[in-house]
């Protein structure tokens, strides 16, 4: 652990199971959302093709995805705090300010850290949670440990730790390639919850964009990855006004009970 990440490992216990909430004011916030979850399903279309390439390691996949993930968290640690979002994020945990601005930057800086520790930390599940509302959308990622116990499973043979002949590395090849490819068919497939969660707000009646959401949960144990993105109901009852500016707030009902659902023997570490 770096000293940097070191100095701000304190944060982390502030933000558990908590979630950003951001205000949906106008039609250009809302066009702005669906540019961002837009974004976030190409992700997940790219991520399909590469693990459907025989010539792509798994391990290539697995790191594309993450940077694409860092990059977002770092152009929103920009967005909220600026240039110099590790002191403004160190100066909240340090109680030298207590503003949402701060906070929003120790939850992202926090996810940040998780993400670039996700690819040497075995047995971490990412769980992402993006619900909108009439007047607000809501940003939760957790990461846990315990079990995956819905979705799709593929492997990797880059991860296996055995000592095999020329015959069942063959097998053990073929067989994480088809792995690959029926996650490759899922995933290609659930992206479509992203764009109907969040259709474009210029092409879609208010009446039909006023709620939505999905949940997206990934996790490897050993040489076995384990996904899960499918769409996810918001409660109609969990917020009573239209938020000011943005915000942390518990994590809410849908968040828990896709939990409930999705994972078993999990147990929250952010």
Not at 84 to 99: F, K, L, N, S
Not at 132 to 146: I, K
Not at 254 to 263: H, I, P, T
């Amino acid at each position: 652990m770096t000293e940097r990440r070191a100095r701000f490992d304190s944060g982390k216990e502030i933000l558990r199971q908590q979630a950003v909430r951001i205000p949906l004011p106008d039609v250009e916030a809302e066009r702005d959302l669906h540019e961002n979850m837009s974004r976030i399903a190409a992700a997940g279309e790219r991520k399909s093709e590469l693990l459907d390439d025989p010539d792509v390691p798994l391990t290539e996949v697995y790191e594309d995805e993450l940077q694409e993930m860092q990059r977002s968290f770092e152009y929103r640690l920009h967005q909220v705090a600026g240039e110099d979002y590790y002191d403004v994020a160190t100066a909240y945990v340090d109680g030298e300010r207590d503003d949402w601005i701060g906070a929003l930057a120790v939850y992202y800086l926090e996810c940040y850290y998780r993400l670039q520790e996700r690819y040497t930390v075995d047995e971490q599940i990412f769980f992402l949670v993006i619900l909108r509302y009439p007047d607000s959308v809501t940003v939760n990622l957790s990461f846990l440990s315990g079990e995956i116990s819905e979705g799709v499973r593929y492997e990797s043979a880059t991860h296996v730790d055995a000592d095999l002949d020329d015959s069942h590395r063959q097998q053990l090849y073929g067989d994480c390639q088809h792995s690959q490819h029926r996650a490759a068919e899922y995933i290609r497939e659930a992206v479509d919850c992203i764009y109907e969660a969040f259709p474009d707000p210029d092409a879609t009646p208010f009446a039909e964009r006023r709620y939505g959401g999905f949940v997206h949960v990934t996790g490897r144990r050993g040489p076995v990855f384990k996904e899960v993105l499918d769409s996810l109901r918001p409660d109609r009852d969990r917020f009573d006004d239209a938020p000011a500016t943005p915000g942390l707030v518990a994590e809410g009902p849908e968040a828990k009970r896709a939990k409930q659902e999705l994972l078993s023997d999990a147990q929250v570490e952010l």
